[in-house]
């Protein structure tokens, strides 16, 4: 089996009917490039910037963020690299950048919540990511959007600085997509309606699948609700997609379901153009792809979107691809 992924490595990712999809890695940092290359990803989903301001006293410096951008881009030599603005908060804590306590803090000041607080932070990254755009081919996504106005003043505050570059004759790339992370359940409600405004969506599962259940990603107790063939999920999946399609868009996914093996053929049926996962899963995505049909896999998904509870989908997927 290893021998026959990685025959795989510089090949596209294609179903046996021809259909063919984009298979990226999720990283963290410049260094996870080599091994996202080694495994054969065609570009880079989701990179999570978090990490540059992890481990450290203090924000991390237009210019040492800028180097970071422009390794990654180099590196990636031209093929897609969508970097995610910082989304921290939650969870993810920084010591220097001391927040109030919340009761909830997965529903709470986190993300572009805090960005557009902060906009100080916003702009330093943004300028960084916009001086490194002239090195590959970048695309920015901005994290955890709820409402179209939070993507429209994100999308001002680029232009902004994008302007301010310009003037100050530093060179940048007009050719930036802007997208956001469908993550948040009213994001996947109104898809059509962002579908007009931003150009392209990346479905972030493990937050979206913990909205849409209301089920907390981190306790053990309700896990059981953390269903990614859940019916529920699958149809905001399709809607997200169906209104970038219907836009003239692309949609992807980072979260960890665009790597599982039982969702992957659902994601096909549903016509999902890229899954971002961690790059040791992508030649084994590649090899299982190869084995599809997109036409069995379009009427796979649409059953499934009929299906009422999570076994009957495994089992559906399962009688499909074996
Ligand atoms: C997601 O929510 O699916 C995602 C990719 O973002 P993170 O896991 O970093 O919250
Ligand atoms: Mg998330």
């Known amino acids: 089996q290893l021998a026959e992924w990685a025959k795989l490595v510089n090949e596209p990712s294609v179903t046996k009917d021809g259909k063919q999809v984009e298979l990226v890695a999720n990283i963290g940092t410049p260094k996870d490039v080599e091994g996202a290359l080694k495994n054969g990803a065609e570009g880079v989903g989701l990179f999570r910037t978090e990490f540059l301001y992890m481990d450290r006293d203090e924000l991390p410096s237009e210019e040492f963020q800028f180097e970071a951008y422009k390794t990654v881009l180099e590196k990636m030599e031209g093929r897609p690299v969508v970097v995610?603005?910082?989304?921290?908060?939650?969870d993810k804590k920084l010591s220097y950048l001391p927040l109030?306590?919340?009761l909830n803090p997965f529903l709470g000041f986190r993300a572009i919540r805090?960005?557009?607080e902060r906009t100080d932070i916003l702009r330093t990254q943004l300028r960084a990511l916009l001086r490194a755009s002239t090195y590959g081919n970048l695309k920015i996504m901005f994290p955890m959007i709820a409402t179209l106005d939070e993507f429209r003043q994100a999308k001002a505050i680029f232009l902004e600085e994008k302007e301010?570059?310009?003037k100050e004759g530093i060179p940048t790339s007009d050719s930036i997509e802007?997208?956001?992370m469908v993550e948040i359940p009213s994001t996947a409600v109104l898809a059509d309606q962002?579908?007009?405004?931003v150009d392209f969506f990346s479905i972030g599962t493990n937050d979206l699948i913990q909205y849409t259940m209301a089920a907390d990603r981190m306790n053990e107790q309700v896990s059981y609700l953390y269903q990614p063939y859940n019916p529920s999920i699958l149809r905001l999946v399709k809607m997200v997609i169906d209104a970038s399609h219907k836009e003239g868009k692309?949609?992807?996914m980072c979260g960890e379901m665009a790597g599982d093996e039982t969702a992957i053929p659902l994601l096909l049926g549903l016509g999902l153009d890229e899954f971002s996962m961690s790059a040791t899963s992508i030649l084994k995505a590649r090899s299982l792809i190869s084995k599809l049909s997109q036409e069995e896999m379009n009427e796979l998904a649409e059953k499934a979107l009929n299906m009422r509870t999570v076994d009957?989908?495994?089992?559906?997927v399962k009688k499909a691809v074996n």
């Open 250 to 252: 692309w949609t992807g």
């Open 178 to 180: 802007l997208g956001i």
């Open 164 to 166: 301010k570059l310009a």
């Open 194 to 197: 962002f579908a007009k405004e």
């Open 312 to 316: 009957e989908v495994i089992e559906l």
């Open 84 to 90: 995610r603005t910082l989304d921290i908060g939650g």
């Open 100 to 102: 109030p306590e919340e």
């Open 114 to 116: 805090l960005c557009l």
